[in-house]
């Protein structure tokens, strides 16, 4: 099982550079979401994805970019990178077709970001 | 508005020992559930507990259970028997009925555990 799979593992851009964190799941999930991780602040909501199509913003969406083309992907764009986004990123997905507050968001290995 | 809350930054126990991590929340949906999750060193999100707000009883998986006092608007986790392995950051968090598109996290607790 796949589950879901983030890559690259680690990066190092240079201040104004853009890239494409990838994101994958094979477990037919329909809700897909992207996470930062900072130390000492837990795990921050970047953006969101209820399905093929529909994105929408969390906590802390500026300077980011998604879409959803596919329940299968759900890539996060930096269109111009900058220090204040070195982090850890984390995508989850997690099934909503029963639709409640226990759907169990399962998360990618996460990529290790540095912005210099 | 959601709020999860961990005022344990760090935690130390000795292996075999007991301990609990707190975490308290705020919400006003009476609908709600709480997760915890484990991070190793190795970085992943590890799904451990779950607990929802009309469950009538405490949550156990295993060596973890929740120690869910609604009226205090707490879940805290309990880990008994302490491994060496069980060192790691411990996170809670908690998602809403009325808005189950976001999982709100705490700031965690990094656990240690001592021989």
């Known amino acids: 099982n796949a589950g879901v799979t983030q890559t690259p593992k680690f990066q190092v851009l240079k201040t104004g550079q853009s890239m494409t964190l990838q994101c994958a799941q094979d477990?037919?999930?329909?809700?897909m979401s992207w996470y930062r991780q900072d130390p000492g602040m837990g795990l921050r909501l970047i953006h969101y994805?209820?399905?093929?199509?529909?994105?929408d913003q969390g906590e802390v969406p500026n300077g980011y970019n998604v879409s959803r083309s596919t329940t299968e992907d759900f890539p996060l764009r930096l269109l111009s990178a900058a220090p204040s986004q070195t982090s850890v990123y984390f995508c989850?997905?997690?099934?909503?077709?029963?639709?409640?507050?226990?759907?169990?968001?399962?998360f990618g290995a996460g990529t290790r970001l540095s912005v210099l | 508005a959601q709020k999860i809350t961990q005022t344990q930054p760090g935690m130390f126990v000795q292996e075999k020992e007991a301990v609990t991590l707190d975490c308290t929340y705020d919400?006003?949906?009476?609908?709600?559930?709480l997760f915890w999750y484990k991070q190793p060193s190795s970085g992943e999100m590890i799904f451990l507990i779950y607990?929802?707000?009309?469950?009538?009883q405490n949550a156990t998986e295993g060596r973890y259970s929740l120690n869910f006092q609604k009226a205090r608007k707490s879940a805290n986790l309990v880990i008994s028997a302490s491994q060496l392995g069980d060192s790691a950051m411990y996170f809670c968090?908690?998602?809403?009925?009325?808005?189950?598109?976001?999982?709100?996290f705490g700031t965690g607790t990094r656990l240690q555990v001592f021989p």
């Open positions: 989850a997905s997690t099934n909503t077709r029963g639709r409640g507050a226990k759907n169990i968001q399962y």
């Open positions: 477990m037919n999930h329909e809700y």
């Open positions: 994805s209820v399905g093929a199509g529909i994105t």
């Open positions: 919400t006003s949906d009476p609908s709600y559930g």
């Open positions: 607990q929802g707000s009309y469950d009538q």
């Open positions: 968090a908690m998602r809403e009925v009325t808005n189950t598109d976001k999982l709100i």
